[in-house]
């Protein structure tokens, strides 16, 4: 046999790394229309749309802090303490700008300038203060789940009823029969997959997260990039937390709770490398539709207790991490 016959044929081969979540997420599909035949309504689709988009907001940003090397374990207890601190301005601010737009707007605001401080206080620990990732963000996690606990007494803190009529519209209104939380999850998904394919920014993550000392020999400022990706992610959970109020109008310590884990699991599902170096934020998103869409076949069944959706995800997360490392072994 010559060397010539040697030689693999040329010709197309699908890259299962980029096939695999989308077949995944077609399986799943076919898998809920075949079980319920409401799988495919409108109505059903937009809720699982719906619901998907604080924890895909939220994964956008997780999808920066995991490419540049880092983790955040406080997504979750940071939304609770937002969205707590979100209800209490509102409501202290209500006898003085009267239920209205001015009202929400300044919600909106305390939402955005605490999930910017919280992300930048996870970044400044981490790059200044030279802690682990992991250290700061599960001590910042119990932090903010503390406070809230605490501002609401051991309760819930719960919007003023007059004025959830007019936050109400900012979940449950939208364009063309479409939700703002789902236009809102579709715009943040668009800018992150630009940014991290076009922008500076984008390849500096993918750099600190592959090799910190190589990058800094490439004159990229190492610990302004992984402070950037923190308060990028603070940020998406402030948006998120403006999504989330107006659908229950209150915030307590359950609030948020296991967000960290989803947010994480659709990241390592979608490509991310979760020990750093590549991105991949559309695949964040085909991860954060395969969640929902499980935890929607589980409640539309009787197969499976709805219960279980945690383990789910966590045997997901431990499977994803598993074929990462084969990869990297073959590679």
């Not at 202290?92 to 919280?118: K, R, S, Y």
């Not at 990706?229 to 999504?243: D, K, P, Q, R, S």
């Amino acid at each position: 046999m010559t060397a010539i016959e040697t030689k693999a044929p040329r010709g197309f081969r699908p890259d299962l790394k980029v096939l695999g979540p989308i077949l995944a997420l077609v399986v799943l599909v076919a898998v809920g229309a075949w079980l319920n035949a409401n799988f495919l309504s409108a109505g059903n689709i937009t809720n699982v749309l719906s619901r998907s988009a604080f924890i895909g907001i939220i994964a956008v940003g997780m999808t920066f802090v995991i490419t540049a090397g880092g983790l955040d374990l406080s997504v979750g207890s940071m939304a609770a303490f937002i969205a707590g601190l979100m209800i209490m301005v509102m409501n202290g601010l209500l006898p003085t700008l009267g239920p209205g737009v001015p009202l929400v707007l300044v919600g909106m605001a305390t939402a955005l300038v605490v999930g910017i401080l919280a992300g930048a206080l996870n970044g400044f620990l981490i790059t200044t203060m030279r802690i682990e990732a992991f250290i700061v963000t599960l001590g910042t996690m119990g932090i903010y789940r503390s406070l809230v606990t605490w501002l609401a007494d051991g309760g819930t803190l719960s919007l003023d009823f007059g004025m959830r009529s007019v936050i109400r519209p900012i979940y449950y209104d939208g364009i063309l029969g479409i939700s703002f939380p789902i236009i809102v999850f579709a715009l943040v998904a668009i800018a992150g997959e630009v940014v991290m394919r076009r922008a500076a920014f984008g390849r500096h993550a993918a750099a600190v997260g592959c090799n910190d000392q190589v990058a800094r020999y490439s004159s990229v400022n190492v610990n302004r990039v992984r402070m950037l990706t923190y308060v990028f992610l603070g940020l998406l959970v402030g948006i998120a937390t403006i999504m989330y109020v107006p659908r229950l109008g209150s915030a307590s310590s359950s609030t948020g709770v296991l967000w960290e884990l989803e947010a994480i699991a659709a990241v390592i599902i979608g490509g991310t490398m979760l020990k750093g170096g590549f991105g991949r934020v559309w695949g964040t998103v085909i991860g954060v539709l395969i969640l929902s869409l499980i935890d929607n076949i589980l409640n539309l069944t009787d197969g499976v207790s709805p219960y279980l959706n945690g383990a789910i995800q966590g045997v997901i997360i431990i499977l994803a991490v598993i074929l990462q490392r084969e990869r990297k072994a073959e590679g």
